[in-house]
Every structure is written in structure tokens, then in C-alpha cells.
Nanobody, 122 residues
Framework: QVQLVESGGGLVQAGDSRRLSCAATGRTLSFSAMGWFRQAPGKEREFVAAISWRGATTYYADSVKGRFTISRDNAKTTVYLQMDSLKPEDTAVYLC???????????????WGLGTQVTVSS
């Protein structure tokens, strides 16, 4: 079983940048895709971005395309989410997850972290 721990959240102003990290421990992440999701109070979990095992394939939600960048360092078993031009509507708990393929379907991901809060003030 893999354990995922997100970090890097906090309070930022609109227009700022923030980088989130997701560190994995436990079993290897070989051949696993990784995804970032977010959940705002009273809303359903929403797909943000995903990346394939070697990073050759990335996939973004339309709402973050051009502003967010997902990347991974397999040597450090860490996945990153670089968030630029942040907006108040980006406020949410951000969670990372391990899955078999690059997909926006949350049910495809087998292991989840507890999340890190990002709050964007206007």
C-alpha cells in the first residue's frame, strides 16, 4: 500500500503562484499515473490534472489549463502541481492520488492523500 502526503498549501492572494507537492512512501510508483483533485466546501471532488508514469502524457481540467502544471520526479517519488495566476475559485483542499492511467475519473484512483488546503483571497 502506498501512502501519499500533500504539502505546500496555504493562504495566497489572487494572481499569486504556489507549488504543491505530493510525496509517496510504501510501494513503488512504477508504471503508476498520478493525479491531483480538489474539493471545495459543499462541492464534489473535482479533477485538476494527471500525469503518466514517465511524464510523457499530461491532462488538465479546462478550468486550470494554461495556469497549472503537473510534473513528477520519480527518483524522489514526488509529484508536483505548480499553480500560477491563482483565482479565488481555486480555493479548495487539494488531494493527490495514484491510478493505473491518466484519467479524470476519481474512481479509477486507488490511493489518496488527506489533502492540503489552498485559500486564494481576492
Amino acid at each position: 500500500q502506498v501512502q501519499l502526503v500533500e504539502s505546500g498549501g496555504g493562504l495566497v492572494q489572487a494572481g499569486d503562484s504556489r507549488r504543491l507537492s505530493c510525496a509517496a512512501t510504501g510501494r513503488t510508483l512504477s508504471f503508476s499515473a498520478m493525479g491531483w483533485f480538489r474539493q471545495a466546501p459543499g462541492k464534489e471532488r473535482e479533477f485538476v490534472a494527471a500525469i503518466s508514469w514517465r511524464g510523457a502524457t499530461t491532462y488538465y481540467a479546462d478550468s486550470v489549463k494554461g495556469r497549472f502544471t503537473i510534473s513528477r520526479d520519480n527518483a524522489k517519488t514526488t509529484v508536483y502541481l505548480q499553480m500560477d495566476s491563482l483565482k479565488p475559485e481555486d480555493t479548495a483542499v487539494y488531494l493527490c492520488a495514484v491510478g493505473p492511467t491518466v484519467t479524470h475519473y476519481a474512481r479509477a484512483y486507488s490511493s489518496w492523500g488527506l489533502g492540503t488546503q489552498v485559500t486564494v483571497s481576492s
